[in-house]
């Protein structure tokens, strides 16, 4: 079985350590926090300017100051500390942010990542989406693997205009934890009950499966 | 009387000289931290054909967003816009030009040009439509773009906190953008909740030291909420 929203967090949350400071994405990155190992202190950055966001407010406690890069209200967590937009993306920018999570639409065997924009339809922009995947080294991707439609999003090169060129290594689908290494996929661990031919069926790019692949538990 | 006094009576007189076709940054993120009673003195005024500098271009009735009903607004450089509906109309319409342009960019070209700092390499858009047609560098075998400062005929800010010499203090995620366009205007305006005696604020938790402040005015703030999300418990 493909793996559910829930899952994908719970999984990408095993990539945590004590101490990380940590970005995550709209969507199924937002949703790893909720999975944050029992005694593991992580703080979370938000690039609007606050390293160490807190849960959502209570209805008390909203406050039209004290917001996250989504513009949702939040509360800052204990040891917070808030800054200037400048500040933030120095932080991104310079490599200090141990782990990025974001979502795409596509990632090829290059590393290259499109995530912003797709060409005919309405483009809103890129936000810090550039900046994260050009500044971060530790970055996991999420994504579907492939559409509704069954096309892969793991593909040779990129179709889409791209966010970043070469940024990425790790991407985490709904059937399979894959690396990026030297222009080719490696697959590393597959979905509960997902079969390798149905991972490979569903890649476009080149991809290299090792002899034991271990199915992720739960 | 100080000529370091930088308090302004009216939104009058704090927008005093802004003329159609200028360049105007603002700080704020979505609807946070925005400078709203500038924004309404500007539809007041009627300005046209102005460049924003901008995260964002706020909501068809709030923010930045109440300029483009009068088509105020010629250009908009931002990161993320399209939360309104008027833009995305005049956008398709071919009435409103936008520059898009990333968040961590637009914020140090912010900075750069505040700091007389004409342009600065980044690895941030290499490789993208954002980085077509910029000279590309190699720096320790990675390529960077680069990319030009930006500085306002005015910038517009919005401050908690500010003495009568323009030291301001920001609240929580309220400060986002507005410590660099207070930087980066020729004329910069500063409205804040309140306005103290200079020396009531503790010199070492200024975030914008007055020397970047040309005016300064009190408001009161709507401070709406864009996405208002709470817990239960």
């Known amino acids: 079985m493909a793996l559910s929203r829930e899952q994908m967090a719970m999984r990408v949350a095993r990539e945590l350590q004590d101490g990380f400071y940590v970005n995550l994405g709209i969507g199924i990155p937002t949703l790893v926090a909720n999975y944050v190992p029992e005694g593991m202190d992580v703080m979370l950055q938000s690039e609007n300017g606050l390293l160490g966001m807190g849960p959502f407010p209570t209805e008390d406690e909203i406050d039209a100051d004290m917001i996250n890069a989504g513009k949702q209200t939040v509360t800052a967590a204990t040891g917070a500390s808030i800054f200037s937009s400048a500040e933030s993306f120095a932080m991104i920018r310079g ?35 550039m900046d994260l995947v050009a500044g971060a ?50 697959l590393k661990e597959r979905a509960p009950g997902v079969s390798v031919e149905e991972i490979v069926e569903k890649t476009a790019g080149k991809l290299i499966v090792p002899d034991e692949v271990p199915e992720m538990t739960f | 009387m100080s000529g370091f006094d930088k308090v302004v009576n009216s939104y009058e007189e704090a927008m005093a000289g802004l003329e159609d076709g200028m360049t105007v940054i603002a700080g704020g993120f979505g609807l946070c ?22 995260n964002n271009c706020g909501v ?23 939360e309104n509906a008027l833009f995305e109309q005049q956008l398709l319409a071919g009435e409103l030009e936008v520059e898009l342009t990333p968040q961590g960019t637009l914020a140090e070209k912010m900075r750069a040009g505040g700091a007389g700092i004409p342009a600065f390499y980044t690895a941030t858009g290499y490789g993208t439509p954002v980085g077509e047609g910029k000279e590309v560098r190699e720096f320790d075998g990675r390529k960077y773009i680069m990319e030009e400062s930006i500085t306002g005929d005015f910038a517009i800010v919005k401050g908690w906190k500010a003495d009568r010499y323009g030291n301001v203090v920001y609240r929580d995620t309220a400060q986002n953008f507005n410590p660099m366009a207070a930087t980066a205007g020729k004329i910069t305006v500063v409205e804040v909740e309140e306005i103290v005696e200079p020396g009531e604020l503790d010199p070492t938790q200024i975030h914008t030291p007055g020397i970047y402040v040309d005016r300064l005015i009190q408001g009161t703030f709507e401070k709406r909420i864009e996405q208002r999300t709470v817990r239960k418990d």
């Open chain 2, 60 to 82: 068809d009735d709030f923010g930045l967003g109440v300029l483009l009903v009068d088509r105020q607004i010629k250009k908009m450089i931002s990161s993320y816009v399209g």
């Open chain 2, 33 to 54: 931290g925005i400078p709203e009673n500038l924004i309404a003195q500007i539809k007041t005024m009627g300005t046209k054909e102005l460049t924003f500098v901008s």
């Open chain 1, 137 to 186: 080294d530790n970055i996991i991707v999420t994504m579907t693997h492939a559409s509704k439609h069954g096309e892969s999003k793991l593909l040779e090169t990129c179709s889409l205009p791209l966010t970043g060129a070469g940024c990425i290594k790790k991407v985490l689908t709904d059937l399979a934890y894959l690396e990026i290494e030297n222009g080719t996929f490696i």
């Open chain 1, 95 to 129: 490599g200090h942010v141990d782990l990025t999570v974001l979502g795409a639409f596509e990632v090829d065997q290059e590393g290259n990542i499109a995530s912003w924009m797709i060409p005919g339809k309405l483009i809103k922009g890129m936000g810090g989406a």
